[in-house]
């Protein structure tokens, strides 16, 4: 059953209390600070598909997956920079990166997503994506990292755990992350993630993946594992 929208900002609210606390004590960390010094703080988001590549789509509402994976990445990007990240996006507006339209558009679109990562340099890489199954009872986020890499599938764990968290207080149950073979997690030798943030096939998930203030709530909680995550590597 749903709880309240009392509790669920309740429960957000302590999440980014302790997001803001967990920064402030990575960041106060004189070992940390130059651990962070040392590695780039620059993270780049991959809005997933775009364009005539619309993803998946909303079973009740018909929505694109491109554009609440546009929505949640900026979403995402307000709070990581807020955070003192540094954000490059892939993805900027509802067009893909394919530039024409003719045959081949998928590999042009994904191959200029690799442009960008190499030339972003950053210390990690999240695509953000949706998902859909055929039954309409699945829900939750489910995160994706790269086969056989322990930092990929460590931020994995962390974003997995927060996310997790989150969908807990809905009464959803866990979703374990897992590794997946992905051309946007073999850009970089950084530690690369996919985060398939909820299911399109469901109208608990449709409805939190649609609002504004639930977008809020996964980009906050993205956030937070990537703070769990360096906290982790910096200590
Ligand atoms: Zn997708």
């Known amino acids: 059953m749903r709880k309240s929208w009392i509790a669920v900002c309740t429960a957000v ?5 302790m997001a803001v606390g967990l920064c402030m004590q990575v960041l106060l960390r004189p070992q940390a600070v130059s651990a962070f010094a040392k590695e780039s703080m620059k993270i780049v988001l991959d809005a997933g598909h775009g364009g005539i590549d619309g993803g998946v789509v909303g079973k009740k509402t018909g929505i694109k997956e491109s554009d609440i994976n546009l929505q949640i990445t900026y979403a995402l990007k307000s709070v990581l920079e807020d955070m003192g990240f540094e954000v490059v996006l892939t993805r900027k507006t509802g067009e893909g990166l394919y530039g024409t339209t003719a045959k081949g558009f998928k590999k042009r679109d994904m191959q200029k997503r690799k442009e960008i990562i190499l030339q972003a340099d950053p210390a990690l890489v999240i695509s953000i994506h949706q998902n859909l199954y055929p039954s309409q009872n699945s829900r939750g986020g489910q995160v994706f990292y790269r086969k056989e890499d322990g930092e ?69 909680s993205i956030a937070k594992g990537v703070l769990v995550y360096f906290s982790k590597i910096t200590s």
């Open 152 to 220: 990929s599938q460590a931020l994995a764990l962390a974003l997995q755990d927060s996310l997790n968290g989150l969908y807990q207080e809905e009464g959803v149950k866990s979703r374990k992350a897992s590794q997946g073979e992905f051309f946007i997690l073999n850009c970089h030798t950084c530690p690369s993630v996919i985060v398939e943030c909820g299911f399109l096939s469901n109208a608990a998930d449709e409805k939190l993946l649609t609002q504004e203030r639930g977008q809020k709530h996964i980009a906050e």
């Open 13 to 17: 609210a302590m999440v980014f209390t």
